[in-house]
């Protein structure tokens, strides 16, 4: 379904609201897109839907629209909306839409700044201080001027909570409002697809070369991201293959789904460190393209232990691994480094292990565990299975369909525009106050200007004049009246 021809908002009681990504909408789509889609998919039932990608939406649903729009286009679409729910800085790059009466849902899931800091440490560039600056600028604009901010987790909020109380907006209004701060900034996690996995083909047993139907199968569920830490397993792996040789890791893909984004270094590293511990194409294996989202059950289903590990550092403090959710929904036992928001749950629930970041040796028992110990490996899915249901997409979404279906503006909204005026004020003084001195400095030069015209107009006739006295002086009359010139000069005396 795309958009109709005409962009009135419906008369009928049902809110209308655009999604916008800049992740794309397609068979193969990483965590944000996927994302998008379940929201359109849970709203759609109670509001009027608009999935709009930034540049590929090539998917297609009956009960919502799906389309791609930049600019003007993009425009349309929010005027459009009653509610419009973002992903990325869209005031900094279109401050134009804040002249909209659009209500504003911030998504601030995916913590884009810690990934991008850590991405720095691992190549070379020169504006990374510019970068940097401008993603927070661009954050403090999604949070200035958001009506509901939602988030992954309470260890997420917290942190949004933080910047919002240092940027203003934790005020009498928003406080008075409701004490708890839940009615602009609340929880909606990624969550758990409520349809069962379902193989329609094997995906990695008896297909991938090197990997047959009776191997243990590891399952790396996603892009190699340099915030992640394959090295470490990589290790582990050829440890523990060293024992058993049918342990076989597969890398579900190296590189992310938008192929904006590119190969990552840590996915280069990966490959190399693989090759030259020997184990690459015997015990570890990369998939390089990304799977198709509707095909992936092949490969979870296919596998036998799902794992994703990482370094102690910010990023991982404040994340959200959406990988481990299909390890969840396929029932996988899950072994992930400590310090991310799984950590309590997989320790609590018992649903497989978690290790020290970059501990080879205790990652190498985990695995050795949950692959060999069939005991231990039943009672990590028994439990997963319970635990799933209850991150079902339906329950992920409620907070976010609450607030859709009596969207309002925040309790400081006036704030807000009362803070766009006086910036456009500000601006609107300084760009005069530049305009005065730009003319001011233009008038400087324009006299600078005349005044080295003149002195050279007066230069050139002293010139002139010296060289008609030159002439006068080397004549013929003036060397035959040089002695009357002389009397002249005695008489005077």
């Known amino acids: ?34 994302r998008a889609m379940r929201f359109a998919e849970a709203l759609a039932p109670v509001a009027e839907v608009r999935l709009v990608a930034q540049h590929t939406a090539e998917l297609r649903r009956d009960d919502f629209v799906i389309d791609t729009a930049t600019g003007d286009d993009l425009l349309e679409h929010i005027r459009w909306a009653d509610v419009v729910i973002v992903q990325y800085p869209i005031f900094s790059v279109m401050p134009e839409v ?85 009615n602009l900034i609340d929880v909606v996690p990624f969550g758990v697809d409520e349809a069962a996995p379902v193989k329609t083909r094997p995906g990695i047993r008896g297909v991938v070369d090197g990997i047959s139907e009776t191997d243990r199968v590891l399952l790396w569920g996603g892009g190699i991201y340099d915030w992640f830490d394959p090295l470490t397993l990589i290790r582990a792996v050829a440890q523990v293959s060293a024992r058993h040789d049918d342990l076989r890791l597969f890398f579900l893909a190296t590189q992310n789904a938008n192929p904006l984004h590119g190969t990552m270094k840590m996915a280069t590293d990966a490959i190399a460190l693989a090759d030259e511990l020997g184990v690459l194409g015997r015990s570890v294996f990369f998939n390089e393209t990304w799977v198709p989202h509707t095909e992936r059950a092949n490969y979870f289903l296919d596998a036998d232990v799902g794992v994703s590990t990482h370094l102690d550092h910010l990023e991982t403090a404040f994340s959200f691994r959406t990988r481990l959710l299909d390890y969840l929904w396929a029932g996988l036992p899950i072994i992930n480094s400590a310090g991310d928001a799984f950590e309590r749950d997989i320790v609590d629930r018992q649903l497989g292990a978690v290790v020290a970041p970059g501990d080879v040796g205790e990652l190498a028992a985990a695995i050795e565990a ?12 028994r439990n997963v299975e319970q635990f799933a249901p209850a991150l079902y997409w339906s329950h992920a979404t409620r907070n976010l369909v609450r607030f859709c279906t009596n969207a309002q503006r925040a309790a400081d909204a006036g704030l807000a525009a009362q803070r766009r005026v006086d910036a456009r004020s500000t601006a609107e003084t300084q760009a005069s106050q530049l305009a005065s001195a730009e003319l001011a400095r233009q008038r400087a030069v324009d006299v600078a200007e005349a005044a080295r015209a003149e002195a050279a107009r007066l230069a050139a006739t002293a010139d002139e004049l010296r060289a008609r006295v ?18 002249t000069r005695l008489v005077k005396r």
């Open 370 to 381: 949950l692959l060999y110990d069939e005991a231990a490996a039943a009672t990590a899915r």
């Open 1 to 34: 379904m795309h958009a109709s021809e005409s962009e009135e908002r419906p008369s009928k009681g049902r809110p209308t609201v655009l999604i916008y990504t800049t992740d794309v909408v397609a068979e193969r789509m990483a965590g944000p897109g996927i």
């Open 98 to 182: 804040l002249d909209t009466d659009t209500i504003w849902v911030v998504d601030l899931y995916d913590p884009f700044l810690l990934e991008q800091l850590q991405q720095g440490l691992y190549i070379e560039s020169t504006d990374q201080v510019a970068s940097a600056r401008w993603t927070v600028d661009g954050v403090n604009e999604m949070l200035l001027n958001a009506d509901f901010i939602i988030c992954a987790s309470e260890k997420q909020r917290d942190m949004w909570i933080g910047q919002l109380s240092s940027l203003g907006r934790l005020n009498p209004q928003t406080y008075r409002a409701d004490p708890s701060l839940r």
């Open 470 to 487: 030159g002439d006068l002086e080397a004549s013929t009359s003036w060397r035959v009246t040089a002695p009357l010139r002389a009397v």
